[in-house]
């Protein structure tokens, strides 16, 4: 039943609709319709001097031309589309033209999806196509899609709403062939990624959603309640600690393709839900996981586009090793002239202050180092850069530096001005790591909703024993906003959050439609 004000080409198909029925014809038959051949690949292997191939295709009508007896239409299917002839004496043989005049001509439209029967032939203006010599009506569309419409060259009408195109996906990505790329490149940038782990000998695991602590992150997160157990579980904001534990546990090296939630602002690089990849490996430093890593994105930038070099508006990026390396240190020093080394909580607040970085009294040096950073230097760094070296209270989670115990090991890899990376030398010592959770708790008390509250389950495995382990963490929804080149988060995002649809919003697809003659 509709939800909405029927439009006038709305009502037209759904009487059209019942007009099939009334033929004894059914508009959504259950049998299976067995495809043979798609668009692409048929386009392909065609040959003028081989004998003509017989196919069975399947997919929507998306144009037609009615010419008395014989007509044209474009069909589109997974691959990309066709075009099919259609003969009204080879569609209905003998004295029975219902079906090309009545079904065909009158109750098809543009949005169908129908079953075709025939041989592939060249027609006399060069074009591939495929003769029908049977036509079946596989689903009636009741809707009709926006038509992009051409006039001396150029696309008008299309359908081009990022609110409509967001919300609507399903439309988005049957008008707009570009869309379907970028998805189909992002499920080839988590393929080439999960091969590369696995050719590495690491382990791809599960860990849980619903978690009683949110850890492993600085972030706010969602809130729920278990009824059975009548507690408040939170959705995960990280994985993080979890596959630490399975390091614990024996495993040398563990991934996981993690669906995060965090309950934070929206923007062109973020969203409430994303995914992230982490992995940690025994027995490695963050120096091993920064040649790790660049490798890794090499082969994703190869196997995905063929080339270590991405378009990205006015930045051509190179994927190809080696990045450089940057102290924190030294980048903020290079950007602002300010040395942050040995500055108090103070002085790095009032220099933030006097330079335009909004600031508040809740943030201790890590979060004001991290605005510092953020504002003045982060957008500098658009070939992919190593920033290393991280001082000690930004990073609750990491081994104190090798040589400087106010420093941690850790790198945040960025690329176009983003982070796009984050990577430890994980801290170890379950010591350490309680004193770090109470700092992180300190900062709470002060008004920090982001401060990591204490996790005992995960002090406890600690101090079980934890082997040298490095571990990193890359948010694969901004990998593919670069792999692809799109300068926002939703466009490489199949369903991204919206806000609720307006009450009698026209939230339908504009209602455009071709004639049918």
């Not at 075709?116 to 569309?141: C, D, M, P, Q, Y």
């Not at 809130?223 to 939170?234: G, M, R």
Request: with cysteine.
């Amino acid at each position: 039943m509709a939800n909405h004000e029927l439009s006038e080409q709305e009502i037209v198909r759904r009487n059209s609709l019942k007009a099939l029925r009334d033929m004894g014809l059914e508009p959504y038959p259950a049998a299976e319709f067995p495809v043979t051949g798609h668009s692409a690949e048929i386009k392909e292997n065609f040959n003028d001097d081989a004998e003509a191939r017989q196919v069975s295709i399947a997919g929507r009508v998306m144009s037609r031309r009615i010419m008395g007896k014989a007509s044209f239409m474009e069909l589109q299917d997974s691959e990309g589309r066709i075009q099919v002839y259609v003969s009204r004496d080879d569609l209905c043989p003998g004295e029975d033209k219902e079906m090309y005049n009545t079904v065909f001509k009158k109750l098809l439209d543009i949005g169908d999806f129908v079953g075709i029967t025939g041989e592939v032939f060249r027609t006399k203006t060069g074009e591939i196509s495929v003769h029908a010599r049977s036509l079946t009506l596989l689903s009636k569309s009741l809707r009709p899609l926006p038509i992009v419409k051409m006039k001396d060259g150029v696309a008008y009408d299309a359908f081009t709403d990022p609110e409509l195109r967001y919300r609507q996906r399903y439309v988005d990505l049957v008008v707009n062939p570009g869309v379907r790329d970028i998805f189909i490149k992002r499920t080839k940038m988590f393929n080439s990624m999960r091969q590369y782990f696995n050719e590495h000998g690491f382990l791809e695991v599960e860990t849980p959603v619903l978690q009683a602590i949110p850890g492993g992150a600085a972030a706010r997160p969602f809130i729920t309640h278990h009824n059975a157990l009548d507690i408040p579980l939170y959705l995960r904001i990280a994985n993080e600690l979890y596959l630490k534990r399975l390091i614990v546990g024996g495993f040398e090296g563990v991934y996981e393709f993690s669906r995060n939630f965090r309950n934070e602002g929206m923007d062109r690089t973020h969203n409430p839900e994303f995914t992230c990849m982490e992995i940690y490996v025994s027995y490695k430093d963050y120096k091993w996981m920064m040649n790790f890593t660049e490798k890794m994105l090499e082969k994703i930038a190869l196997d995905v586009n063929g080339t270590t070099k991405v378009q990205f508006g006015d930045h051509e990026i190179d994927f190809k090793p080696p990045y450089p390396r940057v102290t924190m240190r030294d980048a903020i020093l290079e950007h602002t002239g300010f040395d942050i080394n040995g500055k108090s909580e103070e002085e790095l607040r009032d220099f933030a202050r006097n330079n335009g970085i909004e600031v508040d009294n809740t943030m201790g040096k890590g979060k004001l180092i991290d605005e510092i950073f953020g504002e003045k230097c982060e957008g500098k760094y658009i070939q992919p850069t190593f920033i290393i070296d991280y001082p000690v209270e930004m990073s609750p989670l990491t081994k104190r530096h090798r040589e400087n115990p106010e420093l941690t090991e850790r790198f945040e890899l960025m690329v176009n001005g983003k982070e796009l990376a984050n990577a430890y030398s994980e801290l170890n010592d379950p010591i350490d790591q309680y004193e770090r959770f109470v700092e992180q708790m300190k900062l709470a008390d002060k008004g920090d909703d982001e401060a990591m509250v204490i996790d005992s389950d995960f002090i406890r495995a600690l101090e079980y024993g934890m082997p040298p382990t490095s571990g990193m963490g890359i948010g694969m929804d901004r990998l593919a906003m670069l792999i692809t080149g799109q300068s926002t988060i939703q466009e490489v995002l199949l369903f991204p959050q919206m806000r609720p649809e307006k009450k009698q919003q026209s939230a339908d697809a504009p209602q455009e439609e071709t004639p049918k003659a």
